[in-house]
């Protein structure tokens, strides 16, 4: 969770309004109360002292002071007045901050405040700022991102708080406390997700740093339906077209890239697939290698991706071998990966659910693409997705037109073109160019001696996000002979709007990218140098032969 961010160069972002006070059902914003119960104990306000009495002291309350019990004020004694410097016209006093105080009772005339430090006097003024209250705001790791994300923003609508957030991965409330003192916050938000007889509950937790005492605890009911709604509106952008935030350097052989909870412990592991292996790493300032899946089965890796389970992600991995493609799925246990599943074919995971083709020899991909069931074990259930003629399952992504309550199909064309087309089969958008033509493609057998097969290929990975689809963009040296390798490669986003579609360019790194993956605020771009060599570690007396990784952070409106 990043949310400080970084300067935007060339990159114009249209704002909207996410997140209404009803969403599109008509049910109420589930967020509402838990903003509004943190809002109404930070509201500004500037009272009188009127008694005090050891550890406690009196309050004038007037008309519109609405201040809950729980609520600290800040104490102060006013000093010497001071003057315009021209005009000697008195501007006001200076101020001595005395000590902190905290609402304990009310009535219709008074407050009544226990007193926390200090020695406050009468005719002192308790005050809470009109500025806004520095707060650090977590949410679990367990916490679906983008429930967490969106009440973060509903919080700073409110124009009430300054939140900040933390790298801190740690759900203690007293390691987050201290991170929470060094970072100089007057406040710890910390949001969760719970569930209480099948019923699901975003809970607030509010704590003072300065001794850590709760002020509040409250929770509001969700629907699963509210939080997919949130992520299909989700729309991403690149913060820096130019710069990443950091950069690994991985062997050549690094083709694939993905992320997921393959321990089920809610930490996200980077899965890098070199060869016939897949690596899994925990992501930091220095990747730090956690298990390896190695299966003498596996031949040359087309695909890889994680499969989200209630419990953890399972390793998906489509390999072409002698015989054919066959597709494997992993699961993690006692720190070894073991094959839970195996089907000759072709799979893939899109948005949280698994789909499969069969191979043909004759034609590589073969028939219609169909839905995976699972419930422990695993299903092909024989009911095709609708798609264009010809689009197989690697070659589209799906974009959801909410306003006419349609699903749109952009897919590359047999010639690596970008096409969208609308439910009715309507061509409506062609890129004006391909995209740089396909990387893996293989030859089909020969079904008639003497005459040729023709190839197959595996499209590059196109993920959909809301309005928006990624996908890459490579070019060649020369426009005429692309085996000379790609000089550069663009990650590009296609939106949505209205009948057709708009290019931007998010990123654009030397050489040829491989890969990429989208996780909650970062992007991880994965790609080899110009001729797969990186100039500069000859200088440096380093091994030429590598593959970097990008790791850029993206904002969400």
């Not at 009535?107 to 200090?118: K, N, P, Q, R, Y």
């Not at 629907?223 to 820096?240: H, M, Q, R």
């Not at 399972?314 to 072409?320: G, Q, R």
Request: some cysteine; proline content about 3%; hydrophobic content about 35%.
């Amino acid at each position: 969770m990043m949310k400080n961010l970084l300067k935007l160069s060339a990159l114009t972002l249209l704002l909207f309004c996410l997140f209404p006070q009803r969403n599109g059902n008509g049910e109420d914003n589930p967020l509402t109360p838990l903003s509004d119960q943190a809002v109404k104990y930070f509201k500004s306000a500037s009272l009188t002292i009127t008694d005090v009495k050891q550890a406690s002291m009196t309050l004038t309350r007037e008309s519109g002071s609405e201040l809950a019990a729980g609520s600290r004020l800040d104490i102060f004694r006013p000093g010497e007045q001071f003057y315009h410097p021209v005009t000697k016209e008195p501007l006001g006093r200076f101020e001595k901050h005395i000590g902190t105080a905290e609402i304990k009772s009310m009535s219709d005339t008074t407050f009544e405040a226990s007193i926390i430090d200090g020695t406050p006097q009468k005719d002192d003024i308790a005050r809470i700022t009109k500025s806004k209250i520095r707060a650090l705001y977590y949410q679990t790791k367990k916490m679906d991102w983008f429930l967490g994300d969106a009440y973060f923003r509903q919080l700073r609508d409110t124009q009430r708080f300054e939140l900040i957030d933390t790298p801190l991965a740690d759900d203690e409330i007293g390691k987050l406390t201290e991170e929470a003192k060094r970072l100089q916050a007057e406040v710890l938000i910390v949001v969760d997700s719970v569930t209480e007889k099948d019923e699901k509950y975003l809970s607030q937790r509010i704590f003072w740093v300065k001794d850590g005492k709760e002020l509040l605890a409250g929770k509001s009911k969700y629907t699963d339906a509210y939080v997919e709604k949130l992520a299909s509106a989700a729309d991403l952008f690149i913060a820096s077209m130019s710069t990443p935030v950091i950069t690994y350097t991985l062997p050549k052989s690094s083709e694939f890239i993905t992320t997921g909870d393959v321990k089920g412990d809610g930490q996200v592991e980077i899965l890098i697939g070199h060869g016939s292996d897949v690596t899994v790493y925990q992501p930091g300032v220095d990747l730090h290698k956690l298990w390896e899946l190695h299966d003498s089965k596996l031949g040359e890796n087309l695909y890889l991706d994680v499969f989200k389970t209630d419990t953890k992600g399972l390793v998906v991995i489509s390999s072409l071998l002698r015989d054919g493609v066959h597709s494997y799925v992993y699961e993690l246990r006692d720190n070894d990966f073991h094959e839970v599943w195996h089907t000759q074919g072709f799979l893939r995971v899109i948005k949280n659910s698994l789909y499969y083709q069969a191979y043909s020899h004759l034609s590589g991909f073969d028939g219609q693409v169909e839905k995976i069931n699972y419930d422990g074990t695993f299903t092909i259930t024989g009911q095709p997705l609708k798609l264009p003629k010809g689009v197989n399952l690697y070659d589209f992504a799906i974009i959801e037109d909410t306003e006419k309550n349609e699903q749109l199909t952009l897919y590359y064309s047999k010639d690596n073109y970008i096409n969208l087309v609308d439910s009715n089969g309507v061509s409506t958008f062609r890129s004006k160019r391909n995209m740089g033509g396909f990387t893996k493609e293989y030859k089909n057998a020969q079904s008639i001696l003497m005459v040729d097969g023709g190839n197959w290929y595996v499209s590059d990975k196109l993920t959909a996000s809301g309005s928006r689809v990624t996908a890459i963009k490579r070019i060649p040296l020369t426009s005429t002979v692309r085996t000379l390798g790609y000089k550069e490669s663009d990650l590009i986003s296609y939106r949505y709007v209205g009948l057709t579609l708009e290019e931007d360019v998010l990123a654009n790194v030397g050489g040829s990218i491989l890969d990429y993956t989208i996780y909650k605020d970062k992007v991880y771009v994965l790609a080899k140098p110009f001729l797969g060599l990186k100039l500069s570690n000859i200088l440096k007396g380093d091994n030429p032969l590598v593959s970097t990784l990008y790791v850029y952070s993206i904002i969400k409106y």
